[in-house]
């Protein structure tokens, strides 16, 4: 197959859960870039059809859905409908993060973690189980309903891409020098429950490989892109961060879509049960 090929998702169909967001607008967007019909869901509806519009204003095949990773029946009853509607899932990218209880330890309180966990632990667990379900049951050559939908073509190939985005915190310890005086922090359910992202990928990967599931994580760095309402204040956090980083920069919205299309599409399809660290080389020292 030819090479560029290998990195189209056309006829696929792809989740992006909290694909409005931070990482989400970023990740929806180049998955339609690649060819694949998107489904941005989060609890805020309104957000999802509003980026769903923007890309499809500009031609693409994209969706607003309500899903509410706090809720398990939410979660099946998204699944069943996406099912239903569109003849399978070919691709998860598990996106959401619930920051609920983003504290240091001795500010964390017992609701605060529970909260998180939630949707961090729980409701990923959760969004898994119902997705691979689907892709056992309904991927590899699966008809595709797509037509109907905007989009063209048929699904193939492998039984479906699970992609999660992790984080830096997933892979070391937080540096809290960086933060210096400004108050900010990388709160202890945060690295928990990244670090159990990464953990699960991998026990996915090795229990449906014989599937044809693959499932991948993503653990970017620091992430600021420049003139968006997610734009970090802090310049000296900024300036310090970018010292401590050899390409000099912290990511931009643009950093991630390689990744990510590459680890949801045929381009690595024998790559499985990894962590790729997209953080501008911080990790290195």
Not at 17 to 36: D, M, R
């Amino acid at each position: 197959m030819d090479v560029m090929r290998m990195f189209r998702l056309d006829g696929k169909i792809a989740v992006v859960t909290g694909g409005s967001g931070l990482y989400g607008a970023a990740i929806s967007e180049a998955l339609c870039e690649a060819g694949a019909t998107v489904l941005i869901a989060s609890r805020g509806l309104e957000r999802c059809e509003a980026k769903a519009a923007e890309l499809s204003g500009k031609g693409y095949a994209a969706y607003g859905m309500r899903l509410d990773l706090a809720d398990e029946r939410s979660i099946e009853s998204f699944v069943r409908q996406v099912r239903t509607e569109y003849g399978g899932i070919d691709i998860l990218i598990n996106n959401s993060v619930s920051r609920t209880g983003l504290a240091d330890i001795e500010e964390t309180t017992a609701e605060g973690w529970s909260a998180a966990q939630q949707v961090n632990g729980l409701g990923l667990m959760l969004m898994c189980r119902s997705v691979v379900k689907a892709m056992r049951e309904t991927g590899g050559g699966r008809p595709s309903r797509i037509a109907d939908k905007g989009g063209a073509g048929t699904g193939s190939g492998s039984r479906g891409s699970i992609v999660n985005i992790a984080s830096i915190q997933g892979v070391l310890g937080p540096h809290f020098p960086v933060y210096g005086d400004t108050g900010m922090t990388s709160g202890i359910e945060y690295t928990y429950a990244k670090w159990g992202m990464v953990g699960m990928t991998k026990w996915l990967a090795a229990y449906y490989g014989k599937h044809g599931i693959r499932v991948n994580s993503i653990s970017p760095g620091g992430y600021n892109p420049v003139g968006t309402p997610n734009e970090i204040p802090h310049e000296s956090f900024v300036r310090s961060y970018n010292e401590r980083t050899p390409l000099g920069r912290m990511a931009d919205e643009a950093d991630l879509k390689g990744a990510v299309v590459y680890l949801a599409s045929e381009a690595s399809k024998y790559v499985t049960g990894h962590n790729l660290v997209v953080d501008g080389g911080w990790s290195i020292w």
